[in-house]
């Protein structure tokens, strides 16, 4: 059964920094591409970020360019999101999902909220 | 950039009825990259459609997908109580490298 498993939400100040962790199982991790995606309280879905299989191909919304990293370790079944300069337009939930067969996001896991609140 | 439009943003209907979500685009699409999600409050969204027209595993036969170019339509042919939701279109391509329409609320009457 394909499990992804978010962690590292939380409150922060706005010009802070979290780090947030997806764990994956129940798949071939090192074959996929991984996304993050996230919600705004109330709100739709955004794209986020995407890290290809290798690490080669690594892709941001113009929005998060230069204050969100996406990484992973192919060893650990892990895909991470660090996220530095937050806003108060940050805040939201955060969900680590696989990118399948014709892109479509086939899994999703149950997100992790991040608040950035003075 | 593309943007996506869905309407109606909020549907009221009764069980069993037949529901039409449209989601249109400002340029022509590779259906090949046209998917559609259901969320329900406080669970993450699950896939029904993708590749415009054909359904995710476990998907009832009543969900349908349909369109070409610039216009998809997701039809649910006989609304069960379990369908009263939020669906959002998603496509691949372009910048960003993926988009979501902002959702069609699907509320009962």
């Known amino acids: 059964e394909v499990q992804l498993v978010e962690s590292g939400g939380g409150l922060v100040k706005p010009g802070g920094s979290l780090r947030l962790s997806c764990a994956a199982s129940?798949?071939?991790?090192?074959?996929?591409?991984m996304n993050w995606v996230r919600q705004a309280p109330g709100k739709g879905l955004e794209w986020v970020s995407s890290i290809s299989s290798s690490s080669s191909g690594i892709y941001y919304r113009d929005s998060v360019k230069g204050r969100f990293t996406i990484s992973r370790d192919n060893a650990k079944n892990s895909v991470y999101l660090q996220l530095n300069g937050l806003t108060v337009e940050d805040t939201a939930v955060y969900y680590c999902t696989r990118d399948g067969v014709f892109k479509r996001l086939d899994y999703w896991g149950q997100g992790t909220l991040v608040t950035v609140s003075s | 950039e593309i943007v996506l439009t869905q309407s109606p943003g909020t549907l009221s209907m009764s069980p069993g009825e037949r529901a039409t979500l449209s989601c249109r685009a400002s340029r022509s699409l590779n259906s090949n990259y046209l998917t559609w999600y259901q969320q329900k409050p406080g669970q993450a969204p699950r896939l029904l459609i993708y590749s415009t027209s054909n359904r995710d595993t476990g998907v009832p036969d009543r969900f349908i997908g349909s369109g070409s170019g610039t216009d998809f339509t997701l039809t649910i042919s006989r609304l069960e109580p379990e369908d009263f939701a939020v669906y959002y279109c998603l496509h691949y391509g372009g910048s960003p490298l993926f988009t979501f329409g902002p959702g069609t609320k699907l509320d009962i009457k």
């Open positions: 129940g798949f071939t991790f090192s074959s996929y591409t």
